[in-house]
């Protein structure tokens, strides 16, 4: 790996699912370059393809077009071990991401042992002191937890294997404002301890605007903007799609959402 | 001087578990005019069982219980099934949070929507037609002669809304209770929906109890909010003073979200006082 290669980057990115008139074009030309220890930010609404961008680095969809590389290598159609030990990913919904009848213990087991790592006591109560979960909760169930708890396991999960990439999809948004603070305080500090790279999805501009320092807007498959977190803040995007994305941030305001109806 | 729209006065829910009575609700008071009343808490606070409560539609292992819950004068505790069947659906309805579970999978919407009219304002099938199809119209919906042939999986989720929002205002009833009816939808297509709800709203008066987490929205949306934890109301605020608020959860759930503006490196968290829930 040379060191001046970025984490990841992607080069205009192309994933078509099914065929012919049904066929959906799902992401167009996406190009992105996100440095080692970056958090990077993906925003769009429903179908704009950033989660399918997400799922094309974590191997999770092997058929598209256009060139990825991790740390400076691009890997194969077949994901070597060593790739899903250093890019490991956190999924939305901490009620459908565990197993329902594994126990804590065994769900942070399970990467260590596809991995061939030590599974010792002490390496597990680690993995859960650091997401600050109490090492009481090792033998429970998920059901026993509420979500931000398992979204905790979750990240536990991801961590324990020790990688360089973690890639975060939607990671709080099934989750309490309330929690979902604790949860960001937790990636952040995490990021900070372990010099890890983060691509962040989300549909919430201030969510992504917290862990990340740049942001890129999706919008049908392609990226219409990307942006310094600081301009984000300034509310100075220049396309006019994250403009309106700003504003409807902004909470219900008929002059900005009556327009919006005619054009439905 | 004629009675509250809504009249709610110690209200109870309490489900009967295993290990014994849960109080989901637990003494919430309220009074409603021709008004917008937003219902904010987190998950478990109470505020879907205060709106079902109203609607008579808790779940069957739950029993409700109030010192008065009354309608523009009707009192529904203990009201017979025949009484609330004329109510529901008439006078109040319910927008809930996802279109594609509300909406009858089998029977194309426009049906639907027609049904509900006829229904409730024994018309005829002609009659309905017409008024479905002003009333998708009216929805800014912009061929209302193809969604009525659509079925529910064949809408996008903001025009599914939108359809269920024509379908509970066509009988033209006084109160609505919108329970998370956005939290399904993108930014941009919640925008949409709500400035739908805000017109029809408006231009007939209708009573709104608007229940969602989201205490930013509801707040921009809504005349009055209601803050609800563990079952009980903890602050009651004037929309337009909620940066105000003065009850410590209130303030925490305000500090705890993120900002695009300014960023907070941590971010406050909500440290919960169990006298809050006292």
């Not at chain 2, 578990?17 to 009074?31: C, I, M």
């Not at chain 2, 042939?149 to 919108?178: F, N």
């Not at chain 2, 903890?234 to 300014?262: I, Q, S």
């Amino acid at each position: 790996m040379s060191a001046a290669a970025p984490m990841v980057e992607l080069r205009d990115l192309h994933v078509r699912f099914g065929r012919g008139a049904d066929g959906v074009h799902a992401v167009r030309g996406v190009e992105l370059t996100v440095p080692a220890g970056a958090a990077y930010g993906l925003v769009g609404e429903s179908g704009s393809g950033k989660s399918t961008v997400l799922r094309v680095i974590a191997g999770l969809i092997d058929r598209f077009e256009g060139r990825l590389a991790v740390a400076g290598e691009v890997p194969g159609r077949r994901r070597a071990l060593a790739f899903h030990r250093a890019v490991q990913m956190v999924f939305q919904d901490p009620y459908g991401s565990l197993h329902p009848r594994h126990t804590v213990d065994r769900i942070i087991k399970e990467p260590l042992a596809i991995h061939r790592l030590p599974r010792d006591d002490a390496r597990i109560a680690r993995a859960l002191d650091e997401v600050g979960l109490d090492r009481s909760f090792r033998f429970r169930f998920p059901h026993q937890l509420s979500g931000g708890q398992r979204q905790r396991v979750a990240i536990a999960r991801a961590l324990v294997v020790e990688p360089e990439v973690v890639l975060l999809d939607e990671p709080t948004s099934a989750l309490d404002v309330s929690i979902q603070a604790e949860v960001l305080n937790l990636l952040t500090r995490l990021r900070r301890e372990r010099d890890l790279t983060y691509l962040l999805v989300s549909h919430d501009l201030a969510v992504v605007g917290h862990i990340c320092e740049e942001v890129a807007i999706m919008r049908e498959g392609a990226i219409v903007e990307t942006l310094a977190v600081e301009r984000l803040r300034e509310r100075t995007p220049t396309h006019p799609y994250t403009r309106q994305l700003l504003e409807a941030a902004a909470g219900y305001h008929p002059a900005v959402a009556r327009p919006l109806v005619a054009t439905a | 001087m004629s009675p509250p729209l809504l009249d709610v006065a110690d209200l109870h829910v309490t489900f009967a578990t295993p290990k014994g009575p849960v109080e989901a609700v637990r003494g919430v008071s309220f009074a409603l005019g021709r008004e917008r009343l937003g219902i904010v808490g987190e998950s478990g606070s109470g505020k879907s069982q205060t709106g079902r409560a109203i609607l008579g539609v808790v779940d069957p292992r739950a029993t409700v219980r109030a010192q008065r819950l009354a309608f523009d004068g009707i009192d529904l505790r203990g009201a017979d099934p025949r009484t609330l069947r004329r109510l529901r659906g008439a006078r109040m309805s319910m927008i809930l949070q996802d279109p594609k579970y509300s909406l009858n999978p089998v029977m194309p919407v426009g049906r639907q929507i027609a049904e509900a009219y006829r229904v409730h304002r024994r018309a005829g099938k002609r009659e309905a037609r017409v008024r479905t199809l002003e009333m998708l119209e009216a929805v800014h919906i912009r061929d209302p002669e193809r969604v009525w042939r659509a079925y529910a999986h064949e809408l996008s989720g903001g025009m599914g809304q939108r359809v269920m929002i024509a379908m509970m205002m066509i009988a033209e009833p006084d109160l609505i209770i919108a329970d998370e009816p956005t939290s399904a939808l993108d930014v941009t297509v919640s925008l949409q929906v709500l400035a739908v709800l805000d017109e029809m709203v408006t231009r007939r008066g209708t009573g709104l109890v608007f229940i969602s987490h989201d205490l930013n929205l509801v707040a921009s949306f809504c005349d009055r909010v209601l803050i609800m934890y563990a079952g009980r109301v903890v602050e009651t605020l004037a929309a337009a003073a909620l940066h105000r608020a003065e009850h410590p959860y209130t303030r925490g759930l305000l500090n705890c979200l993120p900002r695009v503006d300014r960023r907070l490196d941590p971010l406050p968290t909500l440290t919960r006082d169990p006298a809050w829930a006292r």
